[in-house]
């Protein structure tokens, strides 16, 4: 008998080898840690240093624009940066640019560029692979596949010289695609282990935070995912879940991020910071690729796979590879067909491309801002990266509170950090009238003006990250959740893909990245209508009403219904099935 089974009830089990014991504390807490091991990278890497990593390996191979002869290392360095100005406009402000592969581009948009090929190898990433996590053990084997390979490409980074800068950009894109596709396998678990909870198996033995969920009698799976009373308590426990295990990813990053800032101190107090300025950064990285590495250990040990259905194997003499390949290319295809049918899906998957286009490019933006416009030191980044991830951290735990003390839905939620999101884009854009600018403090003009913004942006997304999931998971059909994920991470991933591409090019042409705040306002706004419009209840019963149809359409195959008695069905049930299996 395994640790958190005993007489704990099971739900109906739908094929063989299913999974349906109550999900325990240890198995939650094997969900938690690797929150915990990989928003390290998400944030101090990512998030924090490998823009500055990048930029600053690009800037030792760069030169100035108007003196190609002249290197950029000479009058611009890791504490003080040369400010963006592409074109020279006597002479005041030079920009810092770089041969990459044919081109010369600045050394900013080469961060940026890098970021946009990496969210865009993620996309590909998941649409060829996603499709077996839902099938056996494949769940968790590539959750752990994709995590040690993230951590040994983050460790990797001590190798990496300016002389080699050109393998940066490779890294980064291995990084960022396992960290996407191991937070979406992760997400796949979070419907799972709410469908399975049940009123014998406690989220925490002591947190007064996990007493506050509500018990679910272990009901039939239909049962729990048609009633409206079960929705509700569902999307409660989901969204606490999903902001505990955010809140807890954030003081992880916290704690890595200060011993980052320590490091920082050490070098700065030797000569190595002066003659290899990225080498501090280039350690910092290795360390979270060790924390990382460690801490999905208890992951590895506690969360329990939770196998889906038998994978199809090919009957025909075709490659094993070839097979595959297009079983998981079909098989995406048919969630893709599956989450159109699905209105409500469609439109939360259409807002969310828009939200995280807006939520990456504006992240990226400012790090870089902060780096170049106003000349702020690595250190200096690095604390602003603390800012916003404490208050990411009283967000994941505030918004849960607010929601319940304000009686708002988590709908509501997303559409209030929509709104409170809008206000760093305009706050940048202050700075072009002419009073606050003649003032010189206003719209981020002083590198203290930035913090604020910092602490704003991280409360936000301390509230998105929590409730977004946590909204889709209703709309998933039951069965699909790591397939559904997928495509909400290619939505989110593939989506961040367009926003820094943006922003470089407007860089390349405008010479400052302040024009790009304009944008960034506009794309803040799209999504906020689409979330308006989204009905989360009907939602889950149009995905429960699937999920029947196609039940009920295997079942009359296997019982050896033919074509005749299908030709009794009416018209509404024939409409259904078509719906269901995701026909044309």
Known sequence: MSFDEGVRPRLPVRYQGEDTSATAPRELNG???????AEVFAVVGVGSFLPVTLEQLARERGVFFSDRARPCTESGSAGDPAKFRIRDDGGQDDQCIVHFLGSDITTASFAMYTFSAAVLAQAITLVCFSSFADHGPYRKKMLMTFAYL????????????????????????????????????????????????????????????????????PESTSTRRSSPEKLASDLERSAKISSKGVGLGYIAAVIVQCISILILFLFSKTPLSHTNPTLPMRVILLVVGLWWFIFTLPTLLWLRPRPGPPLPTSTRSTSSFLYYLKFSLSSFWTTLKRAIRLRQTLIFLVSWFLLSDAIATISGTAVLFARTELSMSTIAIALLSITSISFGIIGAFAWPRLAARFALTPKSVLLACIVLMEIIPIYGLLGYIPIIKNAGVGGLQRPWEIYPLGAL????????????????APLIPQGSEAAFFALYAVTDKGSSAVGPALVGWIVDRAGTIRPAFAFLAVLCLLPGPLVWWLDVERGRADAEAMVGVKARAHQRVDSGVVDGELQEMTERERERERFAVGED
Do not use: Q
């Not at 969900?31 to 091991?37: F, G, L, M």
């Open 150 to 217: 993230g951590s040994l490409v983050s460790a990797l980074f001590i190798f990496i010289s300016p002389t080699v800068y050109w393998i940066a950009p490779i890294l980064v894109i291995i990084g960022v695609t396992c960290l996407g596709c191991s937070f979406t396998l992760l997400n796949a678990f979070l419907p799972v282990l709410v469908t399975n909870y049940s009123d014998t198996s406690k989220l925490s033995d002591s947190s007064s935070f996990d007493h506050e969920l509500e018990a679910l009698n």
């Open 457 to 472: 942006h991280g409360f936000i997304m301390g509230g998105i990250s929590s409730y977004a999931r946590a909204v889709y």
């Open 31 to 37: 969900w938690y840690s690797y929150a915990i091991a």
